[in-house]
């Protein structure tokens, strides 16, 4: 072998080892890359599985919050329904009641709303002709009862007594001007009740208005009666 084929050989081997040096450094490289690469999937993986076992935490909080929410806003409406329903049964009652409790309660209801005792009486139109002037006549006897003296006990309790007692209970309301109630011709589109006129004046005393305003005062305590809420 002459000189010049030794060189050649041995660039030959040099370039060989160099290339397996390179391709050496290259494999480690690749393999070191890849680690990298396989490390930081890894540390993706994970941060984005946390962020959706986070995000999963706030959607299932946010979900169970409207849930609550709705179920209370269900749970109120629920109650309102029943204790609406609670006044329209008081409303069913009232209008039930026997003639006799039924006169009675419209004649206190009438005397009490009484400001001049002057007033005409408006009725539903099932009251009016039914029950409508015994009412009338009976507030104005609680009304003229109200400015009349009082006898004796001993007088009171004769058979003069008790005349002296209507003599004297109609000439004192006479004086005062009151106990002249009076039926109106017209009515009025309620359930029972009764709405007074003085002129242009009116005092609703309808039962629909009496329980309306009732309503918002008394609907904690219906509903603790309900619901036995504390």
């Known amino acids: 072998m002459d000189g010049i084929e030794r060189i050649t050989q041995r660039i030959a081997q040099d370039t060989d080892q160099e290339i397996a040096e390179i391709t050496a450094r290259a494999r480690a490289r690749a393999e070191e890359i890849l680690a990298e690469s396989r490390a930081a999937a ?7 599985l946390q962020r959706a076992d986070a995000d999963a935490a706030q959607r299932r909080e946010r979900l169970e919050s409207v849930a609550a929410l709705e179920c209370r806003k269900r749970t109120l409406a629920a109650k309102q329904e029943m204790v609406g329903a609670a006044f329209d049964r008081a409303l069913e009652q009232l209008t039930a009641l026997p003639d006799g409790e039924y006169v009675a309660l419209l004649a206190d209801l009438t005397a009490r709303a009484a400001r001049t005792g ?33 006898l004796p006990e001993d007088l009171a309790e004769t058979r003069a007594g008790a005349i002296l007692d209507k003599v004297a209970t109609a000439a004192s309301a006479l004086l005062a001007g009151t106990g002249m ?32 305003l009732q309503r918002e005062p008394m609907a904690a305590e219906v509903a603790r009666v309900l619901f036995d809420e504390a």
């Not at 890894?42 to 984005?48: H, I, L, P, Y």
């Not at 017209?186 to 005393?205: F, S």
Request: charged share 30%; with cysteine; net charge positive.
């Open 181 to 212: 109630l009076t039926v109106a011709e017209e009515t009025r589109p309620m359930a029972g009740g009764v709405v007074l006129r003085d002129g242009k004046v009116e005092t609703n005393c309808s039962f629909e208005m009496l329980l309306r």
């Open 42 to 48: 890894a540390r993706e993986t994970a941060a984005r």
């Open 118 to 150: 002057r007033e005409q009486v408006l009725f539903s139109p099932r009251d009016r002709n039914r029950i409508g002037k015994q009412v009338v006549a009976r507030a104005n006897e609680i009304l003229a009862r109200q400015v009349s003296p009082k």
